[in-house]
């Protein structure tokens, strides 16, 4: 069953603490990103991966750290800094980031800050 | 910085009907152009996606209709049903680049 999974379905943290979301593939996809989703506001890039060891920035990446230690995993790190980090968290992988890349999405992470 | 406007924020059809979604975009380097589609609680969907080098495309009750001059493209979802519920994102990317999305749209069919 290919595809991508993320967990936990929800996610529950205390103001000042550190939470990690985690995210897998299994379409054997060179790319990765997470994105995060509020309302009426769509899909904001928070990092992005094209190869194993390697990420870059995207649009709100304050407060979020990542990792690509392996092809199949890319979890995201909210960290304390973040000031409003209450929001629809989306993975998603594709086979490229270049031409015709059509990006796979997992079932994405709700997290709520108490 | 690029930018993709999508509107209507939100759209009521009935049953039967057609849905019709539109975005702008502002960088002409853009030259791939999706359509995803997205039900409550759960991540995206590639529903339909165009290219530049063609005005409309076509996929069952699905069509996008592009415009290069004006830099627009819609999304016309033809016989609308209650299943088609859902928000749906235009998005654009240029070769070798992420995608950038729209804000989304809210689509409700009521029977």
């Known amino acids: 069953d290919g595809g991508i999974t993320q967990s936990p379905k929800y996610l529950f943290r205390k103001e000042g603490q550190n939470v990690t979301l985690s995210c897998e593939q299994n379409?054997?996809?060179?790319?990765m990103y997470w994105y995060r989703q509020d309302p009426g506001q769509g899909l904001r890039l928070i990092y992005y991966?094209?190869?194993?060891?390697?990420?870059q920035k995207g649009d709100i990446a304050e407060g979020y750290s990542v990792s690509r230690e392996k092809k199949e995993s890319f979890p995201l790190t909210v960290t304390s800094a973040q000031k409003n980090p209450t929001a629809f968290y989306l993975c998603?992988?594709?086979?490229?980031?270049?031409?015709?890349?059509?990006?796979?999405f997992g079932p994405g992470t709700r997290l709520t800050v108490l | 910085q690029q930018q993709v406007k999508q509107s209507p924020q939100s759209l009521i059809v009935q049953k039967g009907g057609i849905s019709i979604i539109n975005c702008a975009y502002e960088?002409?380097?853009?030259?791939?152009f999706p359509w995803y589609q997205q039900f409550p609680g759960k991540g995206p969907a590639l529903l339909i996606a165009?290219?530049?080098?063609?005005s409309e495309k076509k996929e069952g009750r699905f069509t996008i209709s592009f415009n290069k001059s004006a830099k627009q493209f819609s999304l016309h979802i033809m016989d609308s049903q209650p299943g088609d519920s859902a928000t749906y994102f235009c998005?654009?990317?240029?070769?070798?680049?992420?995608?950038?999305f729209g804000a989304g749209t809210i689509l409700r069919v009521k029977s």
């Open positions: 960088n002409t380097a853009f030259d791939y």
């Open positions: 998005a654009a990317s240029k070769y070798g680049n992420k995608l950038v």
């Open positions: 165009i290219r530049p080098d063609v």
């Open positions: 379409l054997n996809h060179d790319a």
């Open positions: 991966s094209q190869i194993v060891n390697d990420f």
């Open positions: 998603a992988s594709s086979p490229t980031s270049g031409y015709n890349n059509e990006q796979f």
